[in-house]
C-alpha cells in the first residue's frame, strides 16, 4: 500500500476534510467536519510509506481497537473509524487546550507546578488503566490539557488493552515506547505492566522539575535501552538543591528499576502529589550520587528473561493496592464506634497488604460567620483532631507510606468526605452509622449520603451492642 494524500474540500464517509493541523512522524491531523456532528471534529491519519511500515500499520490498528472502547474526559471521544481496505482513519473530537510540550520547553519549573502537572497525569491514569488499558508511550507529545485542566493522553499506538489482542506483541520482538521515556521492563517486552506507565510519568516528572531528561536522549536500541536497567539517573537535588526532598522522594520512587519497588497504582501516586506533606521519605529523598556496583548489588539490574504477565495479572495486583478512607469520630461518645471502626480496617488492610490508609475526620465549620477554631486552652481544635487521629490509628501499627491524616474544616460533613473520596481516587470507603431515631430517619444522615453519592466501595460500621433507640455518633460528622 503505498501513502495516501488527503486534500481540503474531498469528502470521505461523508467527512468533509478541512485544513491540515499537524504533520506527525507517523500520522497527519486534518479538520474536519460532518452534518450529523456539531463538535469541532479532526481526522487522524496514517502515513503508509512507499513498501509499507509494518510497525505503524499495527499500532494504527490497535488504536482504531482501543480508543473506541475508551471514555471520560482524559481521552479523546472516538466519532468514526475508516478501515484500512478502504481509508483508515479516525474521526476524534478536537481538543480544545494546550500540550504538555511547551511547559517542557520552559523547564525547570517550579515544585508546586511540577506536582500539580504530575497529579493531572496520575489521575488520567487511574481512569485509563481503570478501563484496561496500559498507555506505554506517555510523553510530554501525547499528553493535553483541557482548559478545565483535566489531562487527555491523545495517541494510543502503542498502547496494551488487557482484554483484546495485543497485536503488536505478537507480531514484533522488539522494544516498543519512547527512549527517553520507556521503562526497563517494555525493553524486556512486557507489555502488561501498569506501572510502567508511571516510570514514564516520573522520567517526565524529573525532566519539568530539573530541565533535563534522567536518561538523556538514547539510541532506541536495546544494548541502549539495557543501560536503564542498572544506571540511575542523577538525583534531581544534585542537579537543582531547591528541589523539596519529598519531590526527589516521588520522582526516584517512579523511576525504581523494578516494578514493584515504585507505587502500588497510579490513584497511589496521584495521592501522595496532592498530598506532598504525607510523603514518607526514606533515603530516595536525600541520595547524592549512584553508580552501577550500588545498583547491581541493590538488586535494580532486571534478570535477562523476565517472566511475562498473565493478561489479567497486572490488574488483579492493582486491586490490590486500593486507596482506604476511613472517617472516624473522635468524640468520647464515639469511642465504642471507634474501636469497632478500627477493628473493621485492619481486617481489610490484612486482605490487601499494598493498600494506603486515611484516616479522615471532619471538624465542621459553620455556614455562615466565623467560628472558632481553638480550645478553652487555646489549642488550634485541627491540630488536636490531628493528633487524636494518629493516636486511634496507633495500634494498627502502619508503617509511614501506609497511613496519611486528614482534618478536614466544612460545613457540610457529608460532601466533605464525597469531595474527598472523589479527589483522591478512593477504592473504599468506611464510615460509623447513626443510630435509628425518628428524625434521623426522617431527614437522613451523613452515612446515607455516602452510600448513595460515593464514586466507591462504602462499609457502614454500627455497634450492634448500643441499646435500642440510642443514637449512636456518627463518624464523619465528628466536632458537628
Same mark, same amino acid.
Given at each position: 500500500m503505498g501513502r495516501m494524500q488527503l486534500e481540503t474540500g474531498t469528502t470521505i464517509d461523508g467527512f468533509l476534510i478541512g485544513r491540515k493541523i499537524h504533520q506527525g512522524g507517523m500520522a497527519e491531523i486534518w479538520e474536519v467536519t460532518h452534518p450529523d456532528h456539531a463538535i469541532p471534529l479532526v481526522m487522524k491519519v496514517p502515513l503508509i510509506l512507499d513498501g509499507d511500515d509494518p510497525t505503524m500499520i499495527v499500532g494504527f490498528e490497535q488504536e482504531q481497537m482501543i480508543l473506541p472502547r475508551l471514555a471520560g474526559p482524559h481521552v479523546p471521544r472516538c466519532i468514526a473509524l475508516g478501515d484500512f481496505s478502504a481509508q483508515p482513519y479516525i474521526v476524534m473530537e478536537r481538543l480544545e487546550g494546550e500540550s504538555l510540550l511547551p511547559r517542557f520547553k520552559a523547564a525547570p519549573l517550579p515544585a508546586s507546578e511540577v506536582l500539580a502537572v504530575g497529579a493531572a497525569i496520575a489521575k488520567a491514569l487511574v481512569s485509563l488503566h481503570g478501563q484496561d488499558v496500559v498507555h506505554l508511550d506517555i510523553k510530554p507529545s501525547n499528553i493535553m490539557f483541557r482548559p478545565t485542566s483535566e489531562a487527555v493522553f491523545i495517541d494510543f499506538g502503542l498502547s496494551r488493552h488487557l482484554r483484546l489482542p495485543d497485536l503488536l506483541a505478537e507480531e514484533f520482538r522488539v522494544p516498543m515506547g519512547t527512549a527517553p521515556y520507556i521503562a526497563p521492563e517494555q525493553v524486556l517486552k512486557i507489555r502488561e505492566e501498569p506501572r510502567s506507565d508511571l516510570f514514564a510519568l516520573g522520567a517526565m516528572l524529573y525532566a519539568l522539575a530539573t530541565g533535563e531528561r534522567p536518561f538523556g536522549n538514547p539510541r532506541h536500541?536495546?544494548?541502549?535501552?539495557?543501560?536503564?536497567?542498572?544506571?540511575?539517573?542523577?538525583?534531581?537535588?544534585?542537579?537543582?538543591?531547591?528541589?523539596?526532598?519529598?519531590?526527589?522522594?516521588?520522582?526516584?520512587?517512579?523511576?525504581?528499576?523494578?516494578?514493584? !519497588? $515504585?507505587?502500588?497504582?497510579?490513584?497511589?501516586? +496521584?495521592? *501522595? @502529589?496532592?498530598? /506532598?506533606?504525607?510523603?514518607?521519605?526514606?533515603?530516595?529523598?536525600?541520595?547524592?550520587?549512584?553508580?552501577?556496583?550500588?545498583?547491581?548489588?541493590?538488586?535494580?539490574?532486571?534478570?535477562?528473561?523476565?517472566?511475562?504477565?498473565?493478561?489479567?495479572?497486572?490488574?488483579?495486583?492493582?486491586?490490590?493496592?486500593?486507596?482506604?478512607?476511613?472517617?472516624?469520630?473522635?468524640?468520647?461518645?464515639?469511642?465504642?464506634?471507634?474501636?469497632?471502626?478500627?477493628?473493621?480496617?485492619?481486617?481489610?488492610?490484612?486482605?490487601?497488604?499494598?493498600?494506603?490508609?486515611?484516616?479522615?475526620?471532619?471538624?465542621?465549620?459553620?455556614?455562615?460567620?466565623?467560628?472558632?477554631?481553638?480550645?478553652?486552652?487555646?489549642?488550634?481544635?485541627?491540630? !488536636? $483532631?490531628?493528633?487524636?487521629?494518629?493516636?486511634? +490509628?496507633? *495500634? @494498627?501499627?502502619? /508503617?509511614?507510606?501506609?497511613?496519611?491524616?486528614?482534618?478536614?474544616?466544612?460545613?457540610?460533613?457529608?460532601?466533605?468526605?464525597?469531595?474527598?473520596a472523589r479527589n483522591n481516587a478512593v477504592d473504599h470507603l468506611i464510615v460509623g452509622a447513626r443510630g435509628s431515631g425518628g428524625v434521623r430517619r426522617y431527614m437522613g444522615s451523613v452515612s446515607t449520603s455516602l452510600v448513595a453519592e460515593a464514586p466507591c466501595s462504602v462499609t457502614v460500621v454500627r455497634n450492634r451492642l448500643a441499646p435500642a433507640g440510642e443514637s449512636e455518633p456518627e463518624a464523619a460528622e465528628a466536632g458537628a
Open positions: 536500541t536495546t544494548k541502549a535501552l539495557l543501560r536503564r536497567m542498572y544506571e540511575a539517573p542523577t538525583p534531581p537535588r544534585v542537579l537543582r538543591p531547591d528541589i523539596p526532598s519529598y519531590l526527589q522522594e516521588i520522582i526516584l520512587r517512579c523511576l525504581e528499576v523494578k516494578p514493584d !519497588r $515504585r507505587y502500588a497504582t497510579a490513584a497511589q501516586l +496521584a495521592f *501522595e @502529589m496532592n498530598h /506532598p506533606e504525607h510523603v514518607a521519605l526514606t533515603d530516595r529523598a536525600t541520595r547524592e550520587k549512584t553508580h552501577w556496583l550500588r545498583n547491581l548489588m541493590s538488586g535494580r539490574l532486571l534478570p535477562p528473561q523476565a517472566p511475562p504477565l498473565s493478561r489479567l495479572g497486572a490488574y488483579r495486583h492493582a486491586s490490590l493496592a486500593p486507596i482506604l478512607m476511613v472517617a472516624v469520630d473522635l468524640s468520647p461518645e464515639g469511642e465504642p464506634l471507634a474501636e469497632i471502626l478500627r477493628e473493621t480496617v485492619s481486617r481489610l488492610l490484612v486482605t490487601a497488604p499494598d493498600s494506603r490508609l486515611a484516616c479522615v475526620n471532619v471538624l465542621r465549620t459553620a455556614r455562615i460567620g466565623l467560628d472558632t477554631l481553638v480550645d478553652e486552652d487555646g489549642t488550634s481544635l485541627h491540630v !488536636r $483532631r490531628l493528633v487524636e487521629l494518629k493516636h486511634w +490509628a496507633a *495500634e @494498627m501499627r502502619l /508503617p509511614p507510606e501506609r497511613l496519611t491524616f486528614h482534618v478536614l474544616e466544612h460545613s457540610d460533613p457529608a460532601q466533605a468526605m464525597l469531595d474527598f
